[in-house]
């Protein structure tokens, strides 16, 4: 597939959910307990297929056969990192690409270094809210609001080129702007609703979409991402019409990411290039 520098983006984002939708692509998710459920239903509804595993012992003959890894540290515990950790070097051994999402890096400092030497383990992509990109970038404890951001992720745009030079993923910041950096190049996806704050996981569940994206074009992670942040906000600009409150968009957002056809997407994608 072409970068984006030789496509429009709406056409880009159409044909990399056509072919998540096509190929249905195996995502392997370690995440939290509060994630599961949205998570592997907005997987479905996108297409790919989602499987929560995470025993240290399935990993060697589970993680080689998946599309792609994501690795998600919110109820972390040390029980949970070997796995994390083993699951990571498997998928990099293996070629497949993996996702980070840092929940709280900056709750703890057992969390921030779980999360650094996760990293270390080069992810294809790290995504956080501004709070989380910020506390990792400068390795600093107690910047955040727990799970939920103190920052706009504008605020965060220099800590997310500077994590994505040091670290050589494709760092996203989420919020009213998506910020998408490799270190080089920064683009802006302005897709989404206000609301999808108050349903918890949806940070979780969009980091799971881009491991899909990921999955069917490994080689344009930063193309990947943008589209799967602006395909998520589309989703939820089109739930939110028949929303009344947080649990309804929920089920609507869902329903949305399932039905959204060519025409919605090539309408309503807003990703810029903001550098
Ligand atoms: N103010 C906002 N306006 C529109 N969309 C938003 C806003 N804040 C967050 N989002 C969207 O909500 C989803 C979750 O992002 P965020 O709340 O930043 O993550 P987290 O739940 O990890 O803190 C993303 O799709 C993001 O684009
Ligand atoms: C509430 C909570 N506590 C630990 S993980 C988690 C879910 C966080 O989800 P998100 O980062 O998508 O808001
Ligand atoms: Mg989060």
Known sequence: ??????????????????????????????????????????????????????????????????????????????????????????????????????????????????????????????????????????????????VDSAHNSMDAVEAAKSLALSSGAVVAVTGAVDIITDGHRVAGAANGVALLQKITATGCSVTALIAAFVAVDPTHAFEATASALSIFGVAAEMGIEMAKGPASLRVHLIDSLYGIDEASVLSRVKITHMK
């Not at 509804?45 to 399935?58: D, F, K, T």
């Not at 972390?76 to 497949?96: D, E, F, I, N, R």
């Not at 030497?117 to 910047?143: C, F």
């Open 1 to 146: 597939m072409e970068g984006a520098g030789a496509m429009e983006w709406g056409p880009l984002a159409w044909s990399l959910l056509s072919r998540v939708r096509q190929q249905s692509p195996l995502v392997q998710c370690i995440t939290n307990f509060v994630s599961m459920d949205l998570m592997a239903n907005v997987l479905l509804s996108a297409g790919a297929s989602p499987a929560m595993i995470h025993s240290l012992e399935e990993l060697p003959e589970f993680t080689p056969n998946a599309h792609a890894l994501c690795i998600n540290v919110g109820t972390l515990t040390s029980h949970w990192l070997p796995a994390m950790k083993a699951a990571a070097s498997l998928a990099v051994q293996h070629g497949k690409p993996w996702v980070l999402d840092p929940v709280a890096a900056g709750a703890s400092s057992f969390r921030l270094k779980a999360c650094t030497e996760l990293v270390d383990l080069r992810p294809t992509v790290i995504r956080g809210n501004g709070s989380e990109i910020m506390a990792l970038a400068d390795a600093t404890v107690g910047t955040a609001k727990g």
